[in-house]
């Protein structure tokens, strides 16, 4: 069945340092893809999305790109801030409706000053 | 300011019992879901409705129920038959055929 992969945890980063989280798809169709982001004690919110292949999300200096030939939509930052710190969470969609999420086990990200 | 809000944000239960959590949406979203979130394990879907009256189990339905008697509303009922239900339950909603889900802030349940 279809499934996300990411990287575990946790990421410990230095402020203004660059971020890289992966993450790995298998579907057997063509799912739309996401980057969710969780605040402790809070639900989530849409980071970046993208629809198709080669389209890249981008959004509050996140960015990550459909990549179809490698299954994957790594999230990327080029300079993180301590108020990036939370855990976040890549999601492929199923089913024909964006909301029958498949997530994947997220990664928490620590940035220190 | 539209939105989704769940009740409680916390809430404990004692084995047993069976305990409703409130979710309601004044997105004018079609769609509904609720996830089960538990540490290291990522979101596990448990029903989701697409329309008022009907409603389909996700992938670890054993031991929840729900209703969707109106379109902003989709509470959750954990029953006593859910063996291992201390988690934290989010709820999302969709419009039809767009690409975002929106979440609540989310309850976190404790059977004590």
């Known amino acids: 069945g279809d499934s996300v992969t990411q990287m575990e945890g946790p990421v410990t980063l230095s402020e203004e340092a660059f971020l890289t989280i992966n993450c790995t798809y298998t579907a057997t169709g063509y799912p739309s893809l996401f980057w969710y982001v969780q605040y402790p004690g809070e639900g989530l919110q849409l980071l970046l999305k993208a629809t198709k292949a080669d389209d890249k999300g981008s959004n509050k200096g996140f960015e990550a790109t459909y990549r179809k030939e490698t299954t994957s939509f790594h999230l990327e930052k080029g300079s993180v801030q301590v108020s990036d710190s939370a855990v976040y969470f890549c999601?492929?969609?199923?089913?024909?409706?964006?909301?029958?999420?498949?997530f994947g086990k997220g990664t928490k990200l620590s940035v220190k000053p | 300011d539209g939105g989704i809000t769940q009740s409680p944000k916390y809430l404990f239960r004692k084995e047993g019992q069976n305990v409703t959590l409130s979710c309601e949406q004044n997105l004018n979203h079609d769609a509904m879901y609720w996830y089960r979130q538990d540490p290291g394990q990522g979101l596990r879907l448990i029903y989701y409705?697409?329309?008022?009256?009907?409603?389909q189990k996700g992938d670890i339905a054993e031991g929840y129920s729900v209703s969707r008697e109106k379109k902003e509303s989709f509470p959750l009922t954990v029953t006593s038959a859910q063996k291992n239900p201390t988690a934290f339950y989010l709820c999302?909603?969709?419009?039809?055929?767009?690409?975002?889900?929106?979440f609540g802030q989310g309850t976190r349940l404790t059977v004590v």
């Open positions: 999302a909603s969709t419009a039809r055929w767009v690409t975002e889900a929106f």
């Open positions: 999601a492929s969609s199923y089913g024909g409706s964006q909301g029958n999420l498949i």
């Open positions: 409705s697409q329309i008022v009256n009907d409603f």
